[in-house]
């Protein structure tokens, strides 16, 4: 079964503070994406990775994907509150016959002031 | 230029009824997408379109559910007696081309009594 995993799904982190979001899939894909979902909002999207080692970064925010390990990460530094949100990461499996992207369960991210 | 739009945002309906929803993709991409997102959840894809040919529906999830996209631009999701497991967002998305970065629309959010 294809899954993508979060980890954590609920985060809350002082203002200030670093941390590392992370999330993990079972299908082979090189390619991986991360949305940023604001509450009763759509989904925006933060960074396109679209080979092994890639890594983006634009602000406080800086993503990372290692296809070996089937493993991106989405890095926080220094948090601030406008952060506030839910991040998903998806993973693009069209290389395997289909058309789907497969979303990830999203970490529930709340930056206190 | 104009970004994804989806209509109505918002749709009420008696257990049973007929409903439709529709997309209007960013002018010019080829790629269209529909998801589900029950809340807190990620969404789950529906279908894919690319152009007016559909070529993925694996993610229908019977066949009360039913997509189309005849110019290769507007799409439409239509839904037959609507059942309250039918309550959730319906997002669409777009790109430009078969694979990359999704443009999400605002959603509609469905509500089935």
């Known amino acids: 079964e294809l899954k993508v995993e979060q980890n954590p799904l609920f985060l809350s982190m002082q203002e200030g503070k670093n941390y590392t979001i992370y999330c993990n899939y079972s299908t082979t894909s090189d390619r991986l994406y991360w949305y940023r979902q604001d509450p009763g909002k759509s989904l925006e999207s933060l960074f396109v990775l679209l080979s092994n080692g890639a890594v983006k970064q634009e602000g406080r925010l800086m993503a990372s994907l290692d296809t070996k390990a089937r493993l991106s990460t989405l890095h926080i530094t220094a948090a601030v509150h406008d952060l506030s949100a839910t991040y998903f990461c998806?993973?693009?499996?069209?290389?395997?016959?289909?058309?789907?992207?497969?979303f990830g369960t999203g970490t529930r991210l709340k930056v206190l002031a | 230029g104009a970004g994804v739009s989806q209509s109505p945002r918002y749709k009420v309906a008696k257990r049973g009824q007929d409903v439709a929803l529709r997309c209007d993709p960013i002018s010019g991409h080829v790629s269209l997408f529909w998801y589900q997102q029950a809340l807190g959840q990620g969404p789950e894809f529906l279908t894919y379109?690319?152009?007016?040919?559909?070529?993925?529906k694996s993610g229908l999830p019977s066949d009360r559910f039913f997509a189309e996209r005849p110019e290769g631009s507007v799409s439409t999701l239509k839904i037959q007696r609507t059942q309250q497991e039918d309550s959730a967002v319906y997002l669409c998305?777009?790109?430009?081309?078969?694979?990359?970065?999704?443009?999400f629309g605002p959603g509609t959010r469905l509500t089935v009594l």
């Open positions: 379109f690319q152009n007016e040919a559909q070529l993925d």
């Open positions: 998806a993973v693009d499996i069209t290389t395997s016959g289909t058309y789907k992207y497969i």
């Open positions: 998305a777009s790109s430009y081309g078969v694979l990359g970065e999704q443009f």
